[in-house]
Nanobody, 113 residues
């Protein structure tokens, strides 16, 4: 059974940092990524990393966020620096296997101005 569990969200002041973790189990995942959804907005892709460490970062977070992965632990990390109020959202982890996405429950990130 596939499980995806996020952790690391919280409240931080603008300019601060947070690190999100996502642990997936139950399969070998060829791709893992972070998406976010702010109130009243659609969920969108923030960052993604493949099993061979190819990465993607949305333009809005380039230079501030970094995604990394520990394949042995099936865990992906999102290091978020220089956070802005507009980064406030629920962050969801998605783990992909055989073109199917498995989602975590989400973790809230709130950035105060």
């Amino acid at each position: 059974q596939v499980q995806v569990v996020e952790s690391g969200g919280g409240l931080v002041q603008a300019g601060g940092s947070l690190r999100l973790s996502c642990a997936a189990s139950g399969s070998i995942f060829n791709r893992m990524g972070w998406h976010r959804q702010a109130p009243g907005k659609q969920r969108g892709l923030v960052a993604r990393i493949t099993s061979d460490d190819n990465t993607y970062l949305a333009d809005s977070v380039k230079g501030r966020f970094t995604i990394s992965r520990d394949n042995a632990k099936n865990t992906v990390y999102l290091q978020m620096n220089s956070l802005k109020p507009e980064d406030t959202a629920v962050y969801y982890c998605a783990a992909t296997v055989a073109a199917r996405d498995y989602w975590g429950q989400g973790t809230q990130v709130t950035v105060s101005s």
